[in-house]
């Protein structure tokens, strides 16, 4: 993990490394209406990995 990652500051990149497509990140933005930070983003990668579940729609 980078140094950018590790202080909380995410971006397109680090929902790209999660997994997370670009519409799926400007999603997650919308839903908590600010940008995630590093831990909610992975959480958001987990809960929507096909290995683990399939996309469940949240609302917003």
Do not use: D
Request: aromatic share 8%; charged share 20%.
């Amino acid at each position: 993990m980078n140094n950018t990652a590790e202080a909380g500051v995410v971006t397109l990149e680090t929902a790209r490394k999660l997994g997370l497509l670009p519409e799926e990140f400007e999603k997650i933005r919308q839903i908590l209406g600010r940008t995630p930070n590093f831990t909610e983003l992975s959480i958001f990668s987990v809960m929507w990995s096909e290995h683990c579940s399939y996309k469940i729609p949240l609302p917003g």
